[in-house]
């Protein structure tokens, strides 16, 4: 009997679990990669995928040539950018301070009130965004009491990436906290009542106990927001965006859904999301080479 028979015996139960979870990936997230020969063939849905005319990489070079090509890929990179130097640290810095707080009902309190909005649909997020950016909105009334003037954020090219980041980091703080305060958990305790003794500061447990201690989950973490880079959630940009902002709010999953859903070209956007999704390839395995170079933490 093999090493491996003797495994599926013993734990069978467990691998009758993971069944349902493995389906799942199967089905919707390894069979749906036959779709992208769409990207290689003038896509005809009345003739299918296999009946359509082979193109080769003619919707890669168009896409390529095309005047938007670089506005989609900056628009990307600039919200993705900011949203990592400002977004995958706030978490972080709000883990350590419920950490450090005495009160236990408060943290609960606190811990409960920051990850209730990732509860919350995108579509009444993207409505309340619209309502408090009115010309006549909530924030406006404010810079109105305080003598400024009235100005329409959401028809403002240069407001939408301040926007989209802040809601971004006002939604996802509370719950990535929680991955990081089961991080502080699991450190020995005896590292911080060692450090007490010798006169070390608050500051200086953080910096040499908590911080090196959640290091490997930071860099995990890291590493899967780096793989995600160019992966900005378009349905709150399609929720939020209009043309008069495309200049600083189309990213390439926008313009993916324009061009396959309201123009029908299919193998155009299928290449287009293609070409994304292995930059994104791409980026992660880099992002896994230099962090187990760096710090031996890797997800492989």
């Not at 991080?183 to 010798?198: F, L, N, R, V």
Request: hydrophobic share 50%; proline share 3%; no cysteine.
């Amino acid at each position: 009997m093999t090493r491996l028979t003797k495994d599926l015996i013993r734990n069978k139960w467990l691998y009758i679990m993971m069944l349902p979870v493995l389906a799942y990936y199967v089905m919707f997230h390894y069979v749906p990669m036959y779709g992208a020969i769409i990207a290689f063939k003038q896509f005809v849905p009345a003739k299918g995928i296999l009946g359509s005319e082979w193109v080769g990489f003619k919707h890669f070079r168009e896409f390529f040539d095309s005047i938007y090509f670089f506005r989609v890929i900056k628009n990307t990179i600039l919200l993705s950018f900011f949203n990592l130097l400002f977004g995958f640290p706030a978490p972080i810095m709000l883990a350590l301070l419920l950490n450090e707080l005495k009160s236990s009902w408060f943290r609960r309190v606190t811990q409960t009130i920051t990850y209730m909005p990732h509860f919350i649909t995108l579509v009444v997020v993207a409505g309340i965004i619209r309502y408090f950016t009115l010309s006549d909105g909530l924030i406006n009334d404010v810079i109105a009491f305080f003598g400024g003037e009235r100005v329409a954020f959401l028809q403002q090219p240069e407001s939408f990436r301040a926007i989209y980041v802040i809601s971004e980091i006002w939604q996802q703080v509370g719950w990535g906290t929680i991955i990081y305060l089961a991080a502080i958990s699991g450190i020995d305790q005896q590292q911080y009542e060692a450090a007490k003794m010798d006169g070390a500061t608050k500051f200086r447990q953080i910096w040499h106990i908590t911080l090196p201690g959640i290091m490997p989950t930071v860099m995990i973490m890291l590493i899967l927001s780096l793989g995600n880079l160019m992966n900005v959630g378009f349905e709150k940009i399609i929720l939020l965006y209009s043309a008069g902002i495309y200049e600083t709010a189309d990213v390439i999953s926008t313009f993916v859904y324009r061009k396959g859903i309201l123009e029908f070209d299919y193998g155009y956007s299928t290449a287009v999301g293609l070409f994304n999704s292995v930059i994104n390839f791409t980026i992660l395995l880099l992002a896994n080479y230099f962090s187990k170079r760096v710090s031996q933490n890797s997800l492989w």
